[in-house]
């Protein structure tokens, strides 16, 4: 399986932005993905996660009720949709799908098998 983030960029606080997770190679449907971010000087941490049927989602509670994850299973991509944008979230944002526990939202990164490249958010105050 092969990942490729797209869409981040430079917003301002407050800002939006959607990052894109294309899968290959795989059958996505049968990927749970996942989405981490690592801040300058900082551990990569978990974002948020949709299962693959998209019937289950779970975030860290730094971006509840601000980012929206989900997935088109007919175009083998996941999203990242971030809204009201604060400067913490600068950071590279990596997607990643899991491909061997059942249909569920995979929190433990170590869980996941595949990784994106990374796509940096900048957030400017």
């Known amino acids: 399986v092969q990942l490729q983030a797209s869409g981040g960029g430079l917003v301002q606080t407050g800002g939006s932005l959607r990052l894109s997770c294309a899968a290959s190679?795989?059958?996505?449907?049968?990927?749970?993905m996942g989405w981490f971010r690592q801040a300058p000087g900082k551990e990569r941490e978990f974002v948020a996660t949709?299962?693959?049927?998209?019937?289950?989602?779970s975030y860290v509670d730094s971006v509840k009720g601000r980012f929206t994850i989900s997935r088109d299973n007919a175009k083998n991509t996941a999203y990242l949709q971030m809204n009201s944008l604060k400067t913490e979230d600068t950071a590279v944002y990596y997607c990643?799908?899991?491909?061997?526990?059942?249909?569920?939202?995979?929190?433990?990164?170590?869980?996941?098998?595949?990784w994106g490249q990374g796509t940096l958010v900048t957030v400017s105050s």
């Open positions: 990643a799908a899991d491909a061997s526990t059942r249909s569920m939202a995979v929190v433990r990164e170590n869980l996941y098998e595949y």
């Open positions: 949709i299962s693959a049927s998209g019937r289950s989602t």
């Open positions: 190679g795989g059958t996505f449907s049968r990927l749970n």
